[in-house]
Nanobody, 121 residues
Framework: VQLQASGGGLVQAGDSLRLSCASSGRTFTNNAVAWFRQAPGEEREFVATISWKGGSPTYVDSVKGRFTISRDMAKVYLQMNSLKPEDTGVYYC?????????????????WGQGTLVTVSS
């Protein structure tokens, strides 16, 4: 499974962005998929995950109520509303080998290259 994340950009605080994650080669329809992010100088952190059927969405507390993870047959999305400067970072999508997975990076086998989100104040 090869993943490609897209949709990042430079926005102002309060704006919205929608990130997309697509797979090439094998599809990830039977896999849990997650978004992680890495801010400059920080460790990569979990943002959100969704199970293979689109259920069990889980979010890090800092994005609850602002971000929504969803999926269709082809892609996984991260709708990001009310963006804050602290949301700045490189966002990575990752697919698990399991239909449901948790919030740790070790639970995800396949990783995309990342897309940069910059939120200015």
């Amino acid at each position: 499974v090869q993943l490609q994340a897209s949709g990042g950009g430079l926005v102002q605080a309060g704006d919205s962005l929608r990130l997309s994650c697509a797979s090439s080669g094998r599809t990830f329809t039977n896999n849990a998929v997650a978004w992680f992010r890495q801010a400059p100088g920080e460790e990569r952190e979990f943002v959100a995950t969704i199970s293979w059927k689109g259920g069990s969405p889980t979010y890090v507390d800092s994005v609850k109520g602002r971000f929504t993870i969803s999926r269709d047959m082809a892609k996984v999305y991260l709708q990001m509303n009310s963006l804050k400067p602290e949301d700045t970072g490189v966002y990575y999508c990752a697919a698990s080998m399991r239909p449901i997975s948790g919030t740790t990076q070790s639970g995800y086998r396949y990783w995309g290259q990342g897309t940069l989100v910059t939120v200015s104040s």
